[in-house]
T-cell receptor
Framework: EAGVTQFPSHSVIEKGQTVTLRCDPI?????LYWYRRVMGKEIKFLLH????????ESGMPNNRFLAERTGGTYSTLKVQPAELEDSGVYFC?????????????FGPGTRLTVL | AQSVTQLGSHVSVSEGALVLLRCNYS??????LFWYVQYPNQGLQLLLK??????LVKGINGFEAEFKKSETSFHLTKPSAHMSDAAEYFC????????????FGSGTQLTVLP
């Protein structure tokens, strides 16, 4: 069974440009999460999808970030325009809908560098 | 609000020595607690989780953790470190409620010395 995959693994862009990160969850997982780790800080929650619906987006830092999950499969996270403070590692995780403590399976992350 | 504190951003142990990684949490309600590990160039992998059953939780690769409510702690231990245990370890908490997000500690980088 394939795990959570993320693309690209690395992205280097200039301030003001747009970047789109993609996450493919484990097949059959309706829950999809985005997290971010800024250098030297803890991993922080961004948002949670259940199928195609945003269940919780309380962690999104501002309106430059747009997350979508069309058709309830893969998800994209777009940053437009990117700022220096957006640099970090963006993780995606997925889990099955079921018991409350369903394990969240994480992808390898996308390392974003904004110059 | 809930938070997680991991004492020691870097911990070094000799191969064969005891591994002890500390985690303290604060939560207004009894939480669910997790330890994840991240090996280089890989995603986070679940080591173990506490979900209000047994307070001593056994995980993969010989790791275990004990939930101590009175101390609000969930420390991770392994009796004998192996070189392959070198990685970054994260403690996380999930509140018992409708929110399913994980709140992470800042991570502890474990180095195993030969």
């Amino acid at each position: 069974e394939a795990g959570v995959t993320q693309f690209p693994s690395h992205s280097v862009i200039e301030k003001g440009q747009t970047v789109t990160l993609r996450c493919d969850p484990i097949s059959g997982h309706d829950n999809l999460y985005w997290y971010r780790r800024v250098m030297g800080k803890e991993i922080k929650f961004l948002l949670h999808f259940v199928k195609e619906s945003k269940q919780d987006e309380s962690g999104m830092p501002n309106n430059r970030f747009l997350a979508e999950r069309t058709g309830g499969t893969y998800s994209t996270l777009k940053v437009q325009p990117a700022e220096l403070e957006d640099s970090g590692v963006y993780f995606c995780a997925s889990s099955q809908v079921g018991s409350f403590t369903d394990t969240q399976y994480f992808g390898p992350g996308t390392r974003l560098t904004v110059l | 609000a809930q938070s997680v504190t991991q004492l020691g951003s870097h911990v070094s142990v000799s191969e064969g020595a005891l591994v002890l990684l500390r985690c303290n949490y604060s939560s207004s309600v009894p939480p669910y607690l997790f330890w994840y590990v991240q090996y280089p160039n890989q995603g986070l992998q679940l080591l173990l989780k506490y979900t209000s059953a047994a307070t001593l939780v056994k995980g993969i690769n010989g790791f275990e953790a004990e939930f101590k409510k009175s101390e609000t702690s969930f420390h991770l231990t392994k009796p004998s470190a192996h070189m392959s245990d070198a990685a970054e370890y994260f403690c996380a908490v999930m509140a018992a409620g409708s929110a399913r997000q994980l709140t992470f500690g800042s991570g502890t980088q474990l180095t195993v010395l030969p």
